[in-house]
């Protein structure tokens, strides 16, 4: 079975997948003078990201670039594992990310207390990468790909702190990581329903970054958004507008809810409520295996909004106590 999908403009899009949980996750080979992957995966994405290679004619060793949006392990992850098997590659990584890829172990103490016990099966082994082969790309920096095309990074907060976003010069596409939230094709695919989500996972998420960010998307004139999570979209205009639209639930609506009633279990509920009403109104039944994706996310999606709870309450209590001393 293949796992590329030609996109054109030497663009591949690769279903990394290797757990069930983390099968809605896409990387991008870009084929130019130079040749670029977009996203690991975690590392047991490292197969499939080789039978990628041989479906598209490509060594490992070709490789010259990898790029990651962010340091969360779903994205991140792999990215050791593979620069070890890919000699000349560079690790193109966000300034705040580049500190925890060559050396992962706050961010698996994160992500372990997170996963639980199932953090092994979804993110093991995780490699440092060898901090000679990293480079830091700051904001509005580019990466030439040929003379004619190149890779812009911008950074992108909201939902992470180290995070960007890239474009490409010659289609107009907007790698976007987590920072244009997530995609569920299949809601397209059974119900002819488009539906993008925020993502809100722990532990950075910021909905007025995200929303400063979301202001700015359109100034890049991208063409089409390439999700990790998951696949593309032809019109930005209408994910912009669907995030917008989908902010009062994520930025106000859920925090009042968990100060009201602090508890995971019931701040989950209320998500996902929500998004299943205005699915019904879109025509998606509330029942039915297509959602199994959606109600994981959800779950993420509540562990982040009561981090962002908890941090402003932090942040308010040094306040005060600061004014008292």
């Known amino acids: 079975m293949s796992v590329t999908t030609e996109l054109g403009g030497g663009i591949w899009q690769i279903a990394l997948v290797g757990t069930d949980d983390l099968s809605y ?9 130079k040749k670029v992957l977009l996203e690991t995966g975690a590392s047991s994405s490292n197969p499939v990201i080789h039978q990628a290679f041989s479906e598209v004619g490509l060594k490992a ?24 098997q890919c000699p000349q590659a560079i ?11 060559s050396n992962s172990s706050k961010l698996e103490a994160a992500a372990r207390n997170l ?10 082994p995780i490699e440092d990468v060898d901090p000679t082969r990293l480079q830091s790309m700051q904001d509005g920096e580019s990466f030439e790909l040929s003379p004619q095309r190149k890779l812009t990074f911008h950074f992108a907060e909201g939902h992470a702190l180290h ?14 990581g987590d920072a244009a939230g997530m995609s569920y094709p299949i809601l397209k695919e059974h119900y002819n329903v488009d539906l993008v989500l925020p993502a809100t996972t722990p532990s950075q998420y910021d909905p007025k970054a995200l929303e400063a960010f979301l202001a700015r998307l359109l100034e890049l004139r991208p063409q089409q958004i390439c ?44 998500l996902l409520d929500a998004i299943l009403d205005e699915l ?11 959602l199994n994706k959606l109600i994981i996310d959800t779950d993420l999606n509540a562990q982040g909004i009561i981090a962002y709870v908890k941090r402003l ?13």
């Open 25 to 33: 996750t896409t990387g991008y080979l870009i084929l130019e003078d």
């Open 61 to 84: 060793a070709d490789l010259d670039a990898i790029i990651v949006t962010h340091a969360h392990l779903d994205h991140s992850g792999g990215a050791g594992l593979l620069m070890k």
């Open 91 to 101: 690790l193109l990584a966000h300034p705040k990310a580049a500190p925890h890829l």
């Open 115 to 124: 996963y639980g016990e199932a953090f092994d099966s979804l993110f093991a």
């Open 163 to 176: 995070h960007f976003v890239v474009f490409d010069s010659q289609t107009g596409s907007l790698f976007t």
């Open 227 to 270: 999700f990790t999570h998951y696949g593309t979209h032809p019109n930005p205009e209408w994910v912009v507008k669907e995030l917008k639209g989908w902010l009062p639930l994520f930025a106000k609506k859920a925090i009042k809810q968990y100060k009201q009633h602090p508890r995971l279990e019931a701040l989950k509920k209320f």
């Open 280 to 290: 019904q109104l879109r025509g998606v039944p509330r029942d039915n295996e297509a």
């Open 313 to 325: 309450e932090k942040a308010k209590h040094h306040r005060s106590k600061r004014l008292t001393n």
